[in-house]
């Protein structure tokens, strides 16, 4: 492919893997926002790791392209806190 039909290609892939991350009874969850991907972890490290398996594990055995995915995307997560972890000010 010429460098601007790779560039083409690649533009319409996702390059992030986008997670919000939430925190309720003591374990913390990550929701995929753009892969089907749902992990928990009781630390925020453990949590880490089992998004990198679970990322892992969507990919097995599949071309990032064929999901929609630039070959090496990024993990991008993003904290929800709650209500009370700020006092209800905005």
Do not use: W
Not at 51 to 74: N, Q
Not at 80 to 88: S, V
């Amino acid at each position: 492919m010429h460098d601007f039909s790779l560039y083409v290609y690649y533009h319409h892939m996702h390059g992030i893997l986008q997670f919000n991350i939430s925190c309720e009874d003591g374990a913390y969850t990550a929701d995929g926002v753009n892969a089907p991907i749902v992990t928990f972890g009781y630390t925020f490290e453990e949590l880490q790791q089992n998004i990198r398996e679970a990322v892992t594990l969507f990919f097995e055995g599949e071309e990032p392209a064929a999901l929609g995915f630039a070959p090496s995307p990024s993990i991008l997560t993003s904290f929800e806190l709650p209500t009370i972890a700020y006092g209800g000010k905005a």
